[in-house]
Every structure is written in structure tokens, then in C-alpha cells.
Nanobody, 115 residues
């Protein structure tokens, strides 16, 4: 059984920074991709950033230049460095890991950005 555990969320003022971490434990396969999604109240879940096993990264337009995703493959860990945070970044942030048809999610960590 695979578990993804996120940490690093919290309350920060606009313009501030947070670093999210997600560690996979259990019978972890070699994930093809690991990434971060957000879900704000009343909105659908949307992708922030994803990185594949080759190191290629993709970002949503609304975080480009502000967020950086990184991954330690050997430790099955993925990070999201969030800078220049805005109140509209307030959401639950969820770690995701995929291996072929297998799709794993963490329980989420809350990020709240005050204006």
C-alpha cells in the first residue's frame, strides 16, 4: 500500500513563501510522474506543477515564475517551492503520484495567503 504524506502548508502573508513536501511510503513503485494540485473552495481541482522521472517539468500558467517543483527520485519525494504567494493561491494542496494506471493522492495540506 502506498501513502503520500504532505507537509509544509500554513498561513502566510501575500508576497511570502512556503515550501511543500510530499513523501511516499509503503510499497512504492517507480512513479512516472509526481506533482501538485490545488483545490480552492467552490472550485475544481487544478494542476499546479508536475515532474516526470526524466526531470521534465510542467507548470500551470498561473504559477509560472513563482513556483518551482523538484523531486528526489531515490527518496520518492517531491517538493513545491512557492514564492510571491497571492491570496488567490489559497487552497488545499494535494500531492499526486502516477505509475501507469496507478494513481495515488495525499490527503492534502492547507495553504492560506492573507492580503
Amino acid at each position: 500500500q502506498v501513502q503520500l504524506v504532505e507537509s509544509g502548508g500554513g498561513l502566510v502573508q501575500a508576497g511570502g513563501s512556503l515550501r511543500l513536501s510530499c513523501a511516499a511510503s509503503g510499497s512504492t513503485p517507480n512513479f512516472n510522474t509526481m506533482g501538485w494540485y490545488r483545490r480552492a473552495p467552490g472550485k475544481q481541482r487544478e494542476l499546479d506543477a508536475v515532474v516526470n522521472s526524466g526531470g521534465s517539468k510542467n507548470y500551470a500558467d498561473f504559477v509560472k515564475g513563482r513556483f518551482t517543483i523538484s523531486r528526489e527520485i531515490a527518496k520518492n519525494t517531491v517538493f513545491l517551492q512557492m514564492n510571491s504567494l497571492k491570496p488567490e493561491d489559497t487552497a488545499g494542496y494535494y500531492c499526486n503520484a502516477k505509475r501507469t494506471w496507478l494513481d495515488f493522492w495525499g490527503q492534502g495540506t492547507q495553504v492560506t495567503v492573507s492580503s
